[in-house]
């Protein structure tokens, strides 16, 4: 019998970073229930003794019959409030909650069911409690230490990060609570605050380099967003050795990967249409082999692409889809290194004919 632990297995997740930084959010698995009002309200708390004491439930029931089980991760909370509005600034009443613990693919349906029985048998909450996979991606976020009510000044420079790099924010608010309010002073609570977003600082200092050199800028552009087709996290199996998603959950991520890479590729566009960009793509793959592709058929004669913007021994290593282009391109390559991560679009330029 093997204990998971969620947060060790997904440390980059949970790093408790003390300033704002780019994360990749891969797809999870939660116990999820959704609640109304202001956290010390009866019905936020009989949700979210419900939620525990599905989480609990499963975790001694998996191990009382042998089988693999769990450490119980944090709580996590998407928020927001009914109609829209700043959360810090509505009335309490308008708070609207999805409360979230992380559990290991192995759980299944028919174990919320037994323990939804079992938490029944004992008269206790189990009610309005859901399973879930949820996908995030690239994130923005960073440790908040203080009260809750101080996390304006934390969201502030999250914001600014975002701003700065050229990120979009999509979602909702993203909270994951690291300390138990109950025993932890305001002042020491540490929470870890996120907030999806759309874009890549990487292809967008590339860009950047496209425009400021002047034996660039007159050449017609192609712009290539690669959308990725199989996400790494589907492999994933449960103990059952079951998909970790379902056929039409996998083709709504890739349908929301391909429209969302299709807009960044679409607004790079935009950005560059007065420097003579002629076309724009969205294709499906490995993004390596996309932009390659995608150079091949224009007759590129460079490709420019954004890297990781790594520090110490990693900056001396180029990011996969990087090194793929740069090994395999059938033109030049103009590497561009950004302050920050990542860089997953390219820029591809042609100085003839055949890139129209």
């Not at 425009?211 to 994933?236: C, E, I, K, N």
């Not at 724009?280 to 890297?307: C, H, K, M, N």
Request: glycine share 8%; proline share 6%; charged share 25%.
């Amino acid at each position: 019998m093997t204990v998971s632990d969620l947060v060790a297995q997904h440390k980059d997740e949970y790093a408790m970073r003390k300033d704002p930084a780019l994360v990749t959010v891969r797809a999870g698995r939660y116990l999820w229930a959704t609640a109304a009002g202001a956290a010390g309200d009866a019905e936020f708390q009989a949700k979210l003794g419900a939620l525990y004491g599905h989480a609990y439930t499963i975790k001694f029931a998996k191990k009382q019959a042998g089988a693999d089980t769990f450490k119980v991760a944090p709580l996590e909370a998407l928020w927001w409030v009914a109609g829209g509005g700043q959360v810090f600034t509505a009335p309490k009443r308008s708070w609207r909650w999805k409360l979230l613990i992380r559990v290991p693919p192995s759980v299944r349906p028919a174990d919320v069911r037994a323990a939804r029985a079992a938490l029944r048998a004992k008269g206790r909450p189990a009610t309005g409690l859901r399973r879930e996979t949820i996908t995030e991606g690239s994130s923005v976020q960073m440790l908040h230490i203080g009260a809750y009510g101080d996390e304006p000044d934390t969201i502030a420079r999250i914001d600014a990060f975002a701003h700065d790099h050229r990120l979009r924010f999509r979602g909702r608010h993203h909270e994951i609570y690291l300390s138990d309010p109950r025993r932890v002073p305001p002042a020491r609570l540490r929470t870890i605050l996120r907030h999806a977003a759309d874009g890549s600082p990487g292809s967008r200092r590339a860009e950047d380099v496209m425009v400021s050199l002047p034996f660039l800028r007159a050449l017609p552009v192609r712009v290539v967003s690669v959308a990725p087709l199989l996400p790494a996290w589907y492999g994933l199996t449960d103990a059952a050795g079951s998909a970790a998603l379902s056929g039409e959950s996998y083709q709504r991520i890739i349908d929301d990967e391909r429209t969302s890479h299709g807009s960044m590729a679409a607004e790079a566009a935009a950005r560059l249409a007065a420097r003579g960009i002629t076309t724009t793509e969205a294709p499906q793959g490995d993004a390596a082999y996309g932009i390659i592709e995608a150079a091949r058929v224009a007759g590129a004669d460079l490709v420019v692409v954004g890297s990781r913007g790594n520090t110490g021994l990693e900056r001396l290593l180029l990011g996969r889809v990087a090194r793929g282009i740069l090994y395999h391109a059938p033109c030049s390559v103009l590497i561009v290194r950004p302050p920050a991560a990542t860089g997953a679009a390219a820029a591809v330029p042609s100085g003839t004919s055949r890139a129209r």
